[in-house]
């Protein structure tokens, strides 16, 4: 080939692939990265060819902008056009830190970025989650912070975008996810997942976890998959789960749990209302019982349900049974039945006690005639020797 044929081959593809300054395109995976380092913003809808459904911003360490004079960091993504989108590919953006960068967000950064059903951020030092500031891509099929930290998060952090399984894309999750990311200051803004009542799948790994409220997911109604592994959280408030009726697993690997008798809650009430508990269930303390199970620090050092409360009964306990009142009739029906059978017999006895007396009292006679039949022989042998002694 010669020199002239590359460089028209190249003047082809980049008329066919245009793309803002500071961007490229993949079109193994259809994705355009743009280099924070080399853009000028904004990257402009109209300068992307072909039109983005892949974006990652890598590089990034600062604000992305939402308006003059450095910005805004996108525009004119308006005139997107979702129905010429690939279906073997989730719209998505990502935003890729450098190592130790910074990220400065705000709601407005994200105008017109409602096309994306992925939003993924990677190893950034979020300094803050202001009000809302996602309520621009409404709905997702994934929401993910991955890696890097969160300084600083309000109640409505995360207001106004609805995470959920969605039908369009070609893997539905309906999940949101901090993994790798520390939760500065050792957990969640209070009421901050209250808004994501279509969530299906939360995954908060390895986040500096420290502190969970009650009611942290509570409106989550259709959550069926939580994981909260590797965090030092030591215990989970006794009610978390409750009413959660569509929760099928759970997953706590790696937790230090501080093995109180309340505190070892989880195992049994998850296995009792059918949810997978996936993960060791080992105390991280009291010393005595590092890495010891929690059901044999259970049944070592916490009082034992008595017969009725293993078996979900109201009643009576009598040593290792539950007496039932349903039981305890049974028992005296029993009983009853017993003595009037007792009774009964008794009665039986006792008529044929009468009758046998009767018939006895009868034959008694015979054998005293009998008697004084010998004793009138004897009287006739009397009367012979009365007669022999008669004198001649
Ligand atoms: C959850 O989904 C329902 C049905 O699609 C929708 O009406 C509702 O607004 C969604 N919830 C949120 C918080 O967006
Ligand atoms: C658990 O599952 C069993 C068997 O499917 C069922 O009988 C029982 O009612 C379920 N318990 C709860 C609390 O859902």
Redesign the pocket.
């Known amino acids: 080939m010669s020199l002239i044929s590359v460089l028209v081959v190249l003047a082809v593809c980049s008329r066919v692939y245009g793309n803002p300054q500071g961007c490229s395109y993949d079109s193994s995976q259809l994705l355009h990265t743009c280099n924070a380092r080399a853009w000028s913003l904004p990257l402009a809808f109209g300068t992307f060819s072909p039109q983005p459904q892949r974006i990652l911003l890598r590089e990034v360490d600062g604000e992305l902008p939402n308006g003059t004079p450095t910005g805004p960091t996108f525009s004119g993504f308006s005139s997107i056009s979702t129905a010429s989108f690939d279906s073997n590919y989730a719209p998505e953006l990502i935003i890729r830190c450098t190592s130790n960068g910074q990220l400065i967000i705000t709601q407005a950064a994200f105008a017109d970025m409602g096309w994306v059903e992925e939003l993924t951020i990677e190893d950034c030092d979020i300094l803050s989650l202001p009000v809302q500031v996602f309520s621009n891509f409404g ?1 997702l099929n994934r929401f993910a912070i991955i890696g890097g930290s969160i300084d600083a998060m309000v109640g409505d952090s995360f207001t106004g975008m ?1 995470v ?1 399984k969605m039908t369009t894309v070609p893997d539905p999750r309906g999940e949101f996810v901090i993994k790798n990311s520390r939760l500065v200051s050792g957990g969640f803004a209070f009421g901050a997942l209250f ?4 969530v299906t799948s939360v995954i908060i790994e390895n986040a500096n976890l420290k502190s969970i409220q009650t009611d942290m997911f509570y409106a989550l109604q259709k959550m069926t998959y939580l994981s909260l592994s590797n965090n030092p959280f030591t215990y989970l408030p006794t009610d978390l789960f409750k009413g959660i009726n569509s929760l099928t697993t759970v997953e706590l690997y790696g937790i230090p749990w501080a093995c109180t008798c309340t505190n070892i809650w989880p195992p049994s009430w998850l296995e009792s209302n059918n949810i997978t508990m996936n993960g060791d269930a080992v105390c991280g303390s009291p010393t005595a019982y590092e890495n010891v199970k929690m059901s044999l620090y259970d049944k070592e050092q916490c009082p034992q349900p008595d017969a009725c409360e293993k078996a979900g009964q109201t009643g009576f306990v009598v040593g290792s049974i539950c007496m039932t009142i349903l039981d305890i009739v049974n028992y005296a029906l029993l009983f009853a039945t017993f003595v009037l059978s007792l009774v009964a017999l008794g009665l039986v006895i006792h008529t044929k006690r009468q009758v046998g007396s009767a018939k006895d009292s009868k034959q008694k006679g015979k054998p005293n005639a009998k008697g004084s039949g010998l004793r009138r022989s004897s009287t006739s042998w009397n009367k012979v020797d009365d007669a022999q002694n008669v004198p001649t």
């Open positions: 709905n609805n959920e808004s994501q009542s279509n």
